[in-house]
């Protein structure tokens, strides 16, 4: 019998006595493999060598395979938080991120789609902003949206939504400069961004250029401002920027800074130019655009930048692997039959670029 079918399939008619024993071999492996590492509850029964053989295999078959059963369909952060710390734990979290964000471009027909609906990355993505990206978070967003909701002034624009009195065009030129200042902070702040960030943004930057070229900079917003930035700007309580929910004037000036700022990531300009305030924000748009592409360009943290080393994002403790471990194949288990019919398909077999 294969690794991978002994991986996937038990046998009904094992006894308790062979099952015992299985696990003993299992415990055995354990320790004298990893003295750090105390008791794996492997339902598969396989040696945790192999069992990590597997995982890590370069196609990550069986990966793709517990993902598109497990982690894609359901809202299972608990698998997605396994996955990574197992990855992690074996120094390889900077390959899955790299495969995940590879397999979602390559298989997409739209750029306009990308990372919009479901898949590996964006399950995996969140874990990686909460564990590693909130200081990150408060020290670029936090005083912008504490300069926002303090001052207790309108921001509104429109001239169909102001009240009475309120100086559109004054609010106007008060929200650019507030986002140029915003944006200036992002800028002087790159080497303040976590690791894993950088990463994602090489890997999808490099993925991009074969599939979409000259579309760069659209996956890089999504990463950086769709996915990351704005949505701790539109909740900040949420995201823990402030204590409680901004007042409505403030609520109002925080989605219209979110709105220049995605169209500015985009590189899309404001459609119907006819209404004043429109016309004032793609000349924002156009006047930064240059700026931020060279931002985005700063912020690859490529091979080269790298020194060709492996690359840690966090700590994995003893007790973080085995709770990993246990998740992963307690899953495997649970689910076996869906991904032993999965592994049968080529499409699965995605392998990284050497």
Known sequence: MSLLDRSISLSPLSSPANRRRAT?????????????????????????????????????????ALCEVVLVPEEDRIMAEAILDFFEAHNRTDRLLEWAIGKEIRKSNSISTLFRDTCEATKLMPVLYTKLGNDYLKHIAGPLVKDVVGSGASFEIDPRRAEKGVNVKENMQKLLELSSQFLHHIYQSIELCPSFLRRVIYHAEKEISIKFPN??????????????????????????????????????????????????????????????????????????????????????????????????????????????????SSSLQSNKDEIYSKLGRSETKMVFST
């Open 24 to 64: 003993r071999r299992d415990e055995e492996d354990l320790s004298s493999s990893d003295p750090t590492i105390t008791q794996v509850d492997n339902p598969l029964f396989l040696p945790r060598r192999q069992f990590v053989e597997l995982l890590l295999a370069p196609d990550l078959e069986v990966i793709s």
């Open 215 to 328: 579309a760069g900079s659209v996956v890089i917003g999504v990463f950086f401002f769709s996915r990351f930035l704005i949505p701790a700007i539109v909740s900040p309580k949420t995201f823990g920027l402030l204590p409680d929910t901004p007042s409505p004037e403030g609520q109002r000036g925080l989605i219209l800074i979110s709105k220049l700022l995605q169209n500015l990531a985009n590189g899309n300009e404001f459609e119907d130019t006819t209404e004043e305030y429109k016309s004032d924000m793609n000349q924002f748009v156009i006047i930064n655009t240059p700026h931020l592409q060279e931002f985005f360009s700063n912020l690859i943290l490529d091979d080269k930048k790298l020194g060709g080393t492996d690359i840690k994002f966090y700590h994995v403790s003893s007790e973080m692997l085995n709770y990993a471990m246990n998740t992963i």
